[in-house]
């Protein structure tokens, strides 16, 4: 996936880390959670143009591994567990260049990471929802 494949209206994705994570295990001597040496990874990498990262402090996932989310527009918001802080760097790095790529945040099943097919926690419709009608009492 390359920025080639954006357009200039496609609007700006945020992932969110949470770096509270700690995926089980008692805290580091250094006190850097699993989740925190997620959030660095990233930062040292860099992400894709167009991508916002930024720290949170959970995201209601705590026993299951590192947990991310990315949103952004009026896209889908998708919530994924179960990261490996050193070894899903390029998963998510694909992943969140993927979702970026998209309007509307939904990445066809057959080009999503298999880390993202498998460990999606949540996915919460965009704030405004065009394709279904609004139901609203009197
Ligand atoms: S501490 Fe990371 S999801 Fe709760």
Not at 9 to 26: H, M
Request: hydrophobic content about 30%; glycine content about 10%; proline content about 7%.
């Amino acid at each position: 996936m390359t920025g080639s494949d954006r357009t200039e209206t496609t609007p700006t994705t945020e992932l969110l880390v949470c770096v509270k994570c700690r995926k089980g295990q008692a805290l580091p001597a250094d006190d850097r959670r699993p989740g925190q040496h997620l959030f660095d990874g990233l930062s040292e990498r860099g992400l894709p143009g167009g991508v916002t990262l930024r720290a949170v402090e959970c995201l209601q996932n705590c026993d299951a591994g590192c947990t991310v989310a990315l949103r952004g527009g009026n896209r889908w918001t998708y919530v994924y567990g179960g990261l490996d802080e050193t070894a899903d760097l390029d998963t998510l790095l694909d992943g969140t260049a993927r979702y970026h790529a998209t309007a509307d945040g939904l990445i066809p099943w057959r080009e999503r990471p298999e880390h993202f097919k498998r460990n999606c926690v949540a996915r919460i419709p965009p704030a405004v929802l065009s394709s279904i009608p609004p139901k609203v009492s009197e």
